[in-house]
């Protein structure tokens, strides 16, 4: 594939080690690789489709280390009691609830939603974590094919946990490896790769957890688990254990740079120490966390420790520049202090989930350099006042994301446009959305 598109008539942001703001920008692509970055003027457009930026901001496309698709039908969900007290009663009575009650359709529709409204908010790629206990063969095919459908590039993974039997665990374990094999370190495949999911260290097994660590490392598979989200994992695990939350990861030799770790809320500084020492990555959730009422991660203490941490959405939105403003404003709040979380938010976002998807897919992505995938987003802002690099940082956060965005292309390929996902109904996907939401919520 050797077509040539040119976006031009922009500002480029460029983001990746080397950043660079370049005004009258253009960005050409040449297949599903970026060939050339520079100004108008300097860079070839010789027999290229043009695409015109209408003088906003051309950028790498957004990445989202942690989200769960599946949640989709709980919004507008009726609770038949009291509001859960607690985190374990939010597990309890809505979540496990819900994903018990899906069917592989369910899963398709569930996917496709999200999938729609984080291309229209400019996120390009997406680590999922997929549950759902009653439908669990064939569920991350069905996933991938909805990603394809849309255009977005996936990581995906299942969620394995002991909490609905030893069938229901090793069927989910059979998912991960199925899966793996189809798909992990696919060299050809740029648009799909693949972790081996877990719940939580609180829903885990010995023998569960050192099952899936096993058939993890026999595939060479990075794993992606719920870690000290809430006191309750933490407290579960010393009791049934003996052993804090991030000792029976590194026991079971689950840890290392192909590691998500999500959440990580109540960890200690040896823990951290632990994180950093093996290069697991950590991917913080603020607006989930705050949701859910079970902390805030020390991501100030972990990152001036060394520890990469990226952001993610844990699927409270599809907006990742929604999940950037929180993640800031957190900082700012649990520490009462104006100067906090401002820099380190968006290096969560601009710099640490680029790192991290490097782990996962051949060529670099969330960068705008040549021989990188060609994931493009055009941001309709128009700047009030300079944009250059020693101010990239605050246009970012306060600016960018008041903006639509206007443009988005993965591997090369335009997939949506003027806030239309291109090839996708999305009209139809919501009627049947919510007669299949309407018929999950009689059966939950």
């Known amino acids: 594939m050797n077509t040539k598109t040119l976006i031009s008539n922009g500002i480029v942001v460029t983001l990746g080690n080397n950043p660079q703001v370049i005004e009258d920008g253009a960005v050409l692509i040449r297949g599903n690789l970026i060939e050339q970055v520079g100004r108008r003027d300097e860079v070839s457009a010789e027999g290229c489709t043009r695409i015109d930026a209408g003088g906003g901001v051309i950028m790498p496309g957004l990445i989202n280390a942690h989200n769960h698709f599946y949640s989709t039908f709980a919004c507008g969900i009726a609770l038949k009691d009291d509001p859960p007290a607690n985190f374990v009663e939010i597990l309890e009575r809505l979540w496990w609830r819900l994903d018990k009650a899906l069917t592989l359709e369910d899963v398709r529709y569930s996917s496709l939603i999200p999938l729609c409204r984080g291309l229209r908010a400019g996120t390009t790629t997406v680590f999922d974590h997929h549950a759902s206990p009653t439908a669990i063969r064939g569920s991350l095919e069905t996933i991938a094919k909805a990603a394809g459908e849309v255009g977005v590039r996936t990581c995906l993974c299942y969620e394995v946990s002991d909490r609905d039997g030893p069938d229901t665990m090793r069927r989910g374990l059979d998912e991960n490896v199925t899966f793996l094999k189809a798909h992990h370190d696919n060299g050809e495949d740029t648009m799909l790769s693949a972790m081996f999911g877990l719940h ?61 770790c ?183």
């Open 200 to 260: 939580a260290s609180m829903t885990l097994s010995e023998e569960t957890l050192f099952r899936a660590s096993e058939l993890g490392r026999e595939l060479n598979a990075g794993f992606h688990i719920h870690t000290a989200e809430s006191t309750f994992d933490q407290k579960d695990s010393l009791g049934k254990y003996g052993a804090r939350v991030v000792r029976r990861l590194a026991d079971a030799d689950m840890l290392g740079d192909k590691t998500i």
């Open 262 to 444: 999500a959440h990580c809320i109540h960890l200690d500084d040896a823990e951290f120490e632990t994180l950093l020492d093996s290069g697991t990555n950590v991917v913080h959730n603020p607006q989930s966390n705050m949701n859910n009422a079970v902390g805030a991660a020390a991501v100030l203490r972990m990152l001036s420790m060394g520890v990469q941490i990226g952001l993610g959405t844990d699927a409270m939105t599809a907006n990742m520049f929604d999940e950037l403003r929180v993640a800031h404003l957190l900082q700012k709040h649990v520490t009462a202090d104006p100067r906090a979380g401002f820099v380190e938010a968006c290096r969560m976002l601009f710099e640490n989930n680029r790192r991290i998807a490097s782990k996962f897919f051949t060529k670099p992505i969330g960068v705008l350099e040549p021989g990188c995938l060609a994931d493009v987003i055009v941001v309709g802002y128009t700047p009030a006042t300079p944009l250059h690099m020693d101010n990239l940082w605050g246009h970012m956060m306060f600016g960018v994301p008041t903006a639509p965005v206007r443009l988005a292309m993965v591997n090369g390929q335009l997939r949506m446009r003027d806030g239309v996902v291109l090839g996708v109904d999305e009209e139809e996907v919501a009627i049947k959305s919510r007669e299949l939401a309407r018929r999950m919520w009689e059966r939950w």
